[in-house]
Nanobody
Framework: QVQLVESGGGLVQAGGSLRLSCVVSGGTFFSYTMGWFRQAPGKEREFVAAIRGSGGTPYYTDSVKGRFTISRENAKNTVYLQMNDLKLEDTAVYYC???????????????????WGQGTQVTVSS
């Protein structure tokens, strides 16, 4: 059974930083494309960033490019999301997800990911 556990969320002022972590157990972490999604109240879950099993150049949604960085440590079964220069509109529950298809076109839809964490709240205040 594959389990994903996120941590690192919290309350931060606009312009501040947070680093989210997601630890994966019970599966073959190195073989998964890992993604981060977020969901704000009343909105659909949206793609934020993804990284291949072997690392390499990640993929980001336009609204976070230059501010967020996704990375992974396969030896620790962990994926990270470093979030800098946070804005009010970044407020959401952030989820990590694993895609067993590790290659080809980037999976931007939540429905394409196989395993999910429980989410961690990120609140950006003014």
């Amino acid at each position: 059974q594959v389990q994903l556990v996120e941590s690192g969320g919290g309350l931060v002022q606009a312009g501040g930083s947070l680093r989210l972590s997601c630890v994966v157990s019970g599966g073959t972490f190195f073989s998964y494309t890992m993604g981060w999604f977020r969901q704000a109240p009343g909105k659909e879950r949206e793609f934020v960033a993804a990284i291949r099993g072997s690392g390499g150049t990640p993929y980001y949604t336009d609204s976070v490019k230059g501010r967020f960085t996704i990375s992974r440590e396969n030896a620790k079964n962990t994926v990270y999301l470093q979030m800098n220069d946070l804005k009010l509109e970044d407020t959401a529950v952030y989820y990590c997800a694993a895609d067993r298809v590790d290659g080809g076109t980037w999976s931007l839809s939540a429905s394409l990911y196989d395993y999910w964490g429980q989410g961690t709240q990120v609140t950006v205040s003014s």
